[in-house]
């Protein structure tokens, strides 16, 4: 098997069969820039995160650029009604910042949840939306004024974008869910139906929420959208007041550190999944790690703890950047699994409300991930950087729900194995983790040894086309030596524009 364009060796990095499309997809899903990268999962978003660079931005300008650009083109996956976190890292820092916006419990859910009244969707299921505070701590270390950042998503909602397929897949999905929510019918479902791919939707609703981000800022919630936020979720039988809207905060903390076949590793902090992920790649050296069921194993192993530690399992999209100093930045935002989160929309602002509560906090008294006032939940959200002897940096993640750890793992591995080309770090086959019992969906790809390994690990394998999983990996990459790259997933429309 031929070394990578940057000298990576693939045969001792990883076990599959390489193919001539693999070469090609690995190479498609990349982009090398000396000015800088953004990676988005909604390929508009990247070239306005693009935008933004040009226009003298940073690596903060550009995923708060692209961000809010999701926000209206993906609104089943993220939105001002959801939560983020990100991890930054700057050239001259020996290890990047994680950024916790995630919101906390409403006052009155501890009673409700105590009452086995707290729900997984619906009005017991929201809590707080810490995402619009996310987006303010990240623009403000950039160098753009936030109502330059925000004019593309506003432009785009006023005069409409072409629906993409994904967000059809999702509505058909959630369905029954949002009809059972908004008995009056919303805008993403106009007449009853599911939006066809490619139909011309204008959100004027979102974007005036999204100006009122720009005008009102950390008072976001203290004006109309916050108002009309509290009397939607009153309507709809649930608890959240304006006093637990005004509690969302964003916060900068340290990463925390672990180690990956040798190399440090850094990881978005609790109560983000980042230390389940940390546990599930620790055990691995390099021969270990070349072996995609060893990983697996580890992963079960990693996932049982997280079980018992924290409550169930818990529709989320992410944005990367690389700036022309060499800042990194990764974000990911979500309106919470499976999408359309919570399923209750605000209309006056085309605003849906996630439903993280619901999903991540345990409903027993006494639990550590219970809902007490302002405690944030478990949430699935996480990301993760690793640096190699060389000082090659990497900093990714992806969505994914459940799945985010279990291939956030594969990724990883691969790295400690040997691997450095981000291309066809996104582009190999994976392999899916199923939460009911342990079993495996497998990519073709992998060599008959591999499957023969994987169907002595895990209770059932099931086979599936190439790029068939919904994973959405993006990946940024700066060498010393090979320069920067980034790659995101095609198995999910992602693009990199470059500069």
């Not at 060893?294 to 999209?317: D, M, N």
């Amino acid at each position: 098997m031929a070394k990578g364009d940057d000298g990576s060796s693939a045969a001792s990095a990883v076990r599959w069969r390489e193919t001539g499309a693999e070469a090609i997809m690995a190479e498609q899903c990349q982009a090398r820039g000396e000015w800088g990268i953004v990676a988005a999962a909604a390929p508009t978003a990247a070239l306005i995160g693009a935008e933004a660079l040009r226009a003298g931005g940073n690596a903060y300008d550009a995923v708060v650029a692209a961000a809010l650009a999701e926000t209206v083109l993906l609104p089943p996956k993220c939105g001002l009604g959801g939560d983020l976190i990100a991890l930054a890292w700057a050239p001259e820092q020996t290890a990047p910042e994680a950024l916790l916006a995630i919101g906390g419990a409403p006052a009155g859910l501890a009673d409700v949840a105590a009452h086995g009244a707290m729900e997984e969707t619906g009005p017991t299921s929201i809590g707080v939306p810490a995402a619009p505070m996310g987006y303010l701590a990240l623009a403000a270390r950039g160098r753009l004024p936030l109502g330059d950042l925000a004019a593309p998503a506003i432009d785009l909602a006023r005069r409409g974008f072409a629906w993409s397929r994904i967000c059809s897949v999702l509505s058909e999905e959630a369905r029954t869910l949002v009809a059972a929510m908004n008995p009056a019918g919303t805008v993403y479902y106009p007449g009853g139906k599911v939006i066809a791919p490619g139909t011309t939707v204008r959100l004027p609703g979102m974007a005036r929420m999204i100006g009122e981000l720009v005008e009102r800022r950390e008072g976001f919630f203290g004006g109309p959208v916050g108002n009309a936020v509290v009397a939607r979720i009153a309507e709809a039988g649930g608890i959240v007041t304006a006093a637990d809207l005004m509690s969302a905060s964003a916060d900068w903390t340290d990463a925390a550190k672990a180690q990956l076949c040798g190399m440090d590793l850094f990881v978005t902090p609790l109560p983000t999944h980042g230390a389940s992920l940390a546990d599930a790649v620790a055990g691995l050296d390099a021969e270990k790690a070349a072996s995609q069921p060893e990983v697996y194993r580890h992963v079960v192993s990693a996932i049982a703890k997280r079980r018992r530690e924290l409550s169930g399992l818990s529709g989320t999209s992410m944005v990367s950047a690389v700036d022309a100093d060499g800042t990194m930045v990764t974000v990911i935002h979500s309106n919470s699994y499976p999408r359309f989160g919570s399923g209750i929309i605000v209309g006056d602002f085309d605003l849906i409300l996630a439903n993280r509560a619901g999903r991540g906090f345990s409903s027993t008294p006494g639990h550590p991930n219970f809902p007490q006032a302002g405690r944030r939940p478990a949430t699935t959200l996480h990301a993760w950087a690793t640096q190699k002897a060389d000082g090659t940096r990497f900093l990714g993640a992806t969505p994914g729900g459940a799945n985010q750890m279990p291939w956030n793992a594969q990724t990883l591995a691969r790295i400690g194995a040997g691997e450095t080309h981000v291309g066809r770090l996104v582009a190999a086959p994976r392999w899916e983790w199923k939460p009911g019992d342990d079993s495996v969906i497998v990519e073709d790809g992998f060599d008959a040894q591999t499957l023969t390994d994987f169907a002595a690990a895990a209770p059932a394998v099931q086979a599936v086309d190439r790029w068939a999983t919904r994973s959405a990996m993006q990946i940024l990459r700066r060498s010393p030596d090979e320069g920067t790259a980034a790659a995101a997933d095609p198995r999910t429309v992602g693009a990199c524009v470059a500069l």
